[in-house]
């Protein structure tokens, strides 16, 4: 049995398991398992920085290597939530250094990065190998050339879609000749210029680079100069594509690319003539990704005659201005495809060339393996949707927005409830669901119903009443994020079973019925929970009347109580006995954690947290025995 | 706190997912609750929903739904292409799944059993539901459309469905909080009592919504600013097309040509010759005047290019000016109008219009 097995032994069984939900698992089958498994831990998934401290990961995974973080919630991506909301890395980057923790690999979504802490970062941490950062923002180029500078070993920089102010472009020449090492380079997001000299320099002295991702602002002369050197290329992202295809340079472009065999995945073209396609064509027969969803400027017979060529894509990024031809055209082409993300080229506009629920209906008879999905398009049917359902049962994410926030059918008038049914009642896998159109409270039973496997679910526009809440929340077992703008719930749904909220990550409501009064009965009564307000009127939330509404709110569980950093029109409450003074941060005790604490399904989060929360639970029931075997039970269920 | 308006019993057997209680055992006809009106928490009062049940009882549609979600168990789903009209007046509150228990349930016992797995068919209840509703329908597109200026004066659309809802879970808020809310210019709220059942109508000025659709800002951003730099050099009108009428002078009609299409001078002269061969080419052989000669393409080139038209535009100020002075960009900007006249009309426009007449129409 386990317990003649010698630690090293275990830790070794546990090094093949990898991912962050069985190791999670893993984690609560007895002391020494989570005991083991803690010191083993190398890579940690934080998805909401402010439910646990740097000092507690610290303590719990002392041998931490690589860090993923994610800051603010989802709808700040689109202009809800104010820029000092929060999200800060400075102070996790201080701890891991305070502690001489050997950081390897920092990966940040949504959060605020200010020069000081790239520089921290740079010089903290010896073997610090890669960075990734996602749609952040708070950095100038200067932070990049403190990374550059100062990480000896760097293989990755990876930056996607940030908002950088990077108004001078000196950062790529801080990269000292010894640095040998890049595998990956990503900085398509830059706005400004780049010294090409040194990028050409940096791309000749680093034989493995795998992933180079150019900026608008390095021309085609250098693009085929780099290709050049890096024939080895598995992912290329284009920067400016503009030539004249019976020019010299062209031809040399169309050598240069016709060496790169490997190119597996293609994107950028951010400026572009369109003209000159037929030079990539080469390589597209390789293609698994191909990403055009920042060149407007391909489109029509070009962008099909491109797609042709991809017969092996199983990722594809597009505009809509592909329309519903063109996506006729991936259906017959690409076979392989699994994901497929159709943005709107003018969001704001008439949506002449947008596309329409024929693009998606062809797509989902021609490409059975479609999982994913991301589709903006001006309309959407009922008996579309069906079929689509029908085609593809396989969906793990649907997210479908129709421009115009609450379209019915329009060959029926009918709300798309049935439509949205019948995809959560066929794609049984489903775990990330966006919905739009003129929806009421009838889909949100068939979502509660049907969606066993959902993890996240946005909801904009849609319902009639309470109802609809309170369905997903009794039927969808597994859901950890919730998001919400503009429906009718209000306190009737969110008081019903608070609870829940532990089970999940977070809940984001904003423009619904929810009052001043609701919010705070919940903080209340859970004290694993922060409740945060966001009140656009300028009103610090002390002075609202409880049965205000308010504008938006978060409610997210977390073990280490209410943030010290949030902003002042933005406050949050703790369990407070009738007052509404802000306490001082307090850990909770054990006792009360349990007493508040109920054992819900726990193996559907990637977050450590419930399993770190769920410690105490097991410490608490006087777990005597250290063996695996008395725990069979609990393993069969985890 | 308010009691909870579904209470989720655990343990139902014969249902995997239950988000629902009470679901009776398979075999025996299922009976129809009218989920919309039934909880204390509802948002008709019961006199509403009285009425309701006494029109379904009438009023009941067993027309064969275009999906089935039947539950495990009962036959398996057929997707019928969805056929259901609306139809004002009808309310069909038959439902698919009960939904509450029977306490305070209104029971439709009346209508066909649910193991077909025949769908509740979505009418718009709404219209003929209840006097608050159909008053909510009717405001709703008055309310989109004035969605920009209702941040002033919110008042009437919330006596549509927010202000019922309100009725049920607010316990001590002020009559009038609904106006309370605070109304941010830009646009959050723009609630779905105004905008929905809005198909027919595709506004003119699309209220901009804080947020919609959901795209990064970052995505937004660049997109933007690759229009503005894209050079459209193949054919294709660009995002915006740039269409200007070109009329000549004795052509019977005028034509359009788009700028953006064109890059440089040369091409847009070429298109235009192209374009007009066929008015002075066709000039000569319809009337056959003895005075004209025959035009070939070559005497065409020769008439645009030497001595006898000139391409004029109209510009921003109303102003005829002569083409080919300024650089393309800055003339595509300006453009209103083409205009193909003879040199001698164009004598009064520079006084070296004659010689530049002569010379091709390219910078």
């Known amino acids: 049995m386990m317990n003649y097995f010698p630690d090293e032994v275990l830790e070794h069984v546990f090094d093949f398991i990898t991912c962050h939900k069985d190791r999670n698992s893993v984690s609560l089958v007895c002391k020494s398992w989570h005991r083991i498994e803690r010191y083993s831990r190398r890579r940690v998934f934080i998805g909401n920085c402010y439910s646990i401290s740097p000092e507690r990961l610290i303590a719990r995974f002392p041998g931490v290597k690589s860090l993923t973080l994610k800051g603010k919630p989802h709808f700040a991506d689109f202009n809800l939530v104010p820029y000092d909301w929060g999200g800060f890395v400075y102070p996790w980057i201080k701890v891991l250094a305070e502690t001489g923790i050997g950081l390897e690999e920092l990966r940040l979504k949504r959060m605020v990065v200010s020069d000081e802490s790239l520089e921290l970062l740079s010089k903290s941490f010896v073997n610090f190998q890669s960075l990734v950062l996602v749609s952040c923002d708070g950095f100038s180029a200067d932070g990049l050339a403190a990374i550059a500078a100062n990480c000896r070993f760097l293989r990755e920089l990876d930056l996607q879609e940030n908002e950088v102010d990077d108004h001078r472009g000196h950062w790529l020449s801080c990269f000292p000749e010894s640095c040998t090492s890049l595998v990956s380079l990503n900085f398509a997001c830059l706005k400004g210029e780049v010294n090409l000299g040194a990028l050409e320099r940096l791309v000749s002295r680093s034989p493995n680079l795998k992933s180079l991702r150019l900026n608008r602002s390095v021309p085609l002369d250098t693009l085929q100069k780099l290709l050049m050197r890096a024939p080895q290329l598995v992912d290329l992202g284009i920067g400016s594509y503009v030539h004249d295809p019976l020019s010299e340079a062209s031809n040399k472009l169309k050598h240069a690319i016709q060496r790169c065999k490997s190119i597996m995945s293609l994107s950028g073209f951010l400026e572009v003539a369109p003209r000159c396609m037929s030079a990539i064509y080469p390589i597209c027969g390789n293609l698994t990704t191909l990403n055009l969803s920042y060149a407007p400027g391909i489109h029509g017979n070009k962008l099909t005659k491109l797609i042709q060529h991809c017969r092996k894509l199983q990722r594809l990024w597009i505009l809509d201005c592909i329309g519903d031809k063109g996506l006729g055209v991936v259906a017959s082409t690409c076979k392989e495809l699994q994901e497929l993300r159709v943005f709107p080229s003018d969001p704001f506009g008439a949506g002449n060339d947008a596309v329409t629920e024929e693009g998606l209906v062809l797509v989902s008879a021609g490409c059975p393996k479609l999982n994913s999905l991301l589709y903006f398009c001006q309309q959407m049917t009922n008996a579309a949707l069906i079929t689509v359902a029908k085609n593809c049962p396989n969906f793990i994410r649907f997210r479908l927005c129709i421009l115009d926030p609450v379209r019915p059918d329009p060959v029926t008038n009918q709300p798309l409830d049935e439509g949205f049914g019948a995809i959560v009642q066929s794609c049984k896998q489903l775990k990330r669901l966006s919905l739009s159109g003129l929806l009421t409270d009838q889909v949100f039973l068939y979502i509660g119903m049907y969606a066993e496997q959902l993890e996240m679910l946005s909801i904009a526009f849609a319902a009639d009443s309470d109802k609809g809440m309170l369905y997903v929340l009794n039927g969808c077992k597994k859901l950890r994020k919730l998001e919400i703008r503009d429906c009718p719930f209000g306190n009737a749904a969110l008081l019903e079973d608070v609870g829940k909220y532990e089970t999940m990550r977070s809940l984001w409501m904003s423009s619904c019925e929810v009052t001043l009064g609701g919010c705070k009965t919940v903080a209340e009564n859970m004290p694993s929970l922060n409740v945060e307000i966001i009140n656009e009127s300028g009103q610090t939330v002390f002075n609202l009347d409880e049965g205000q509404k308010v504008d938006k709110m978060y409610l997210y569980r977390t073990l280490v109580g209410h943030r010290k950093d949030a902003p002042e029109s933005n406050q949050t409450y703790l369990k407070c006995r009738g007052d509404l003074t802000r306490s001082d941060h307090h850990e909770p005790s054990l006792n009360d954690m349990i007493k508040d604490m109920k054992l819900k399904n726990i193996s559907g989060d990637d977050d450590f947290i419930i399993s770190e929360s769920n410690n105490f639970k097991l410490q608490s029931q006087l777990f005597e025995k250290e063996e695996a075997e008395i725990m069979i039970l609990k393993w069969k269920r985890l | ?363």
């Open chain 2, 1 to 363: 706190m308010s009691p909870p308006l579904l209470g989720v019993e655990e343990g139902q057997s014969n249902v995997s997912s239950p988000a629902v209680d009470c679901i009776p055992e398979t075999g025996l006809g299922m009976k129809e609750w009218n989920y919309l009106g039934v909880s204390d928490f509802s948002s008709v009062d019961s006199s509403d929903v009285m009425s309701l049940s006494e029109d379904n009882k009438s009023n009941l549609n067993l027309k064969a739904t275009e999906l089935r979600l039947g539950l495990p168990g009962s036959q398996s789903p057929e997707r019928v292409t969805e056929l259901r009209l609306l139809s004002s007046g009808k309310v069909d509150e038959k439902t698919l799944f009960p939904l509450l228990p029977s306490k305070d349930g209104i029971c439709l016992s009346s209508q066909k059993s649910v193991v077909t797995g025949n769908k509740r068919g979505f009418s718009d209840t709404m219209d003929g539901f209840s006097e608050v509703k159909s008053t909510m329908y009717t405001e709703k597109n008055w309310m989109f459309h004035g969605a920009g200026s209702d941040s002033q004066s919110p008042q009437p659309p919330s006596h549509g469905k927010y202000s019922v809802a309100q009725a049920s879970v607010k316990k001590d808020g002020p009559a009038n909080a609904i106006q309370d809310r605070p109304c941010a210019t830009n646009g959050t709220n723009l609630n779905r009592t105004g905008i929905s059942n809005n198909s027919s109508n595709a506004p003119a000025a699309k209220a901009q919504v804080v947020g919609w659709p959901p795209v990064r800002s970052f995505r937004t951003k660049t997109l933007a600013t690759s229009s503005k730099n894209n050079d459209e050099v193949d054919g294709k009108p660009g995002p915006t097309a740039l269409f200007v009428k070109v009329c000549m002078a004795g052509a019977p009609y005028l034509r359009k040509v788009d700028l953006r299409v064109y890059s440089t001078y040369q091409e847009l002269s070429s298109a235009l010759e192209k374009m007009f061969s066929c008015f002075t080419l066709g000039q000569c052989g319809a009337h056959g005047t003895p005075g004209k000669e025959i035009l070939s393409e070559s005497k065409l080139k020769d008439l645009l290019h030497g001595s006898e038209y000139v391409i004029t535009y109209e510009d921003k100020d109303g102003d005829w000016m002569l083409v080919g002075d300024v650089p393309w960009e800055m003339f595509i900007e300006t453009c209103k109008r083409l205009k193909i006249m003879k040199s001698t009309d164009a004598i009064g426009l520079a006084p070296r219009a004659m010689e530049k007449s002569k010379k091709d129409c390219c910078t």
